[in-house]
């Protein structure tokens, strides 16, 4: 069974810098794509970015892109997500999501799904 545990979602001050951490079990995880989404109230879910197997490969969404980095660590079995500059607009549940191609996170389908981390950018 394959279960994704987000941590390290919190309340920051606009400006700040906070680090997701997603760690996995139940799955070859290097035979994974891996990523975030993240869905603020009454907003549509939005695809945030995404990583290949390797790390050798990495995606982002217009919205984070130059602010946000994603990393993993395939001997830890683990995924991060490095966030600076955060503005209030990044307020939202923060998901972290694996699949075995990046079509499927551009699809917003990707197969596994942890149960979320709430960011709270403060203006």
């Known amino acids: 069974q394959v279960h994704l545990v987000e941590s390290g979602g919190g309340l920051v001050q606009a400006g700040g810098s906070l680090r997701l951490s997603c760690a996995a079990s139940?799955?070859?995880?290097?035979?994974?794509?891996m990523g975030w989404f993240r869905q603020a109230p009454g907003k549509e879910r939005e695809f945030v970015s995404a990583?290949?197997?390797?790390?050798?490969?990495?995606y982002y969404g217009d919205s984070v892109k130059g602010r946000f980095t994603i990393s993993r660590d395939n001997a830890e079995n683990s995924v991060y997500l490095q966030m600076n500059s955060l503005k209030p607009e990044d307020t939202a549940v923060y998901y972290c999501?694996?699949?075995?191609?990046?079509?499927?996170?551009?699809?917003?389908?990707?197969?596994?799904w942890g149960q979320g981390t709430q960011v709270t950018v403060s203006s």
């Open positions: 999501a694996a699949a075995t191609q990046i079509r499927a996170f551009y699809s917003d389908r990707p197969g596994y």
């Open positions: 990583i290949s197997g390797s790390g050798g490969r990495s």
């Open positions: 139940g799955l070859t995880f290097g035979a994974y794509v």
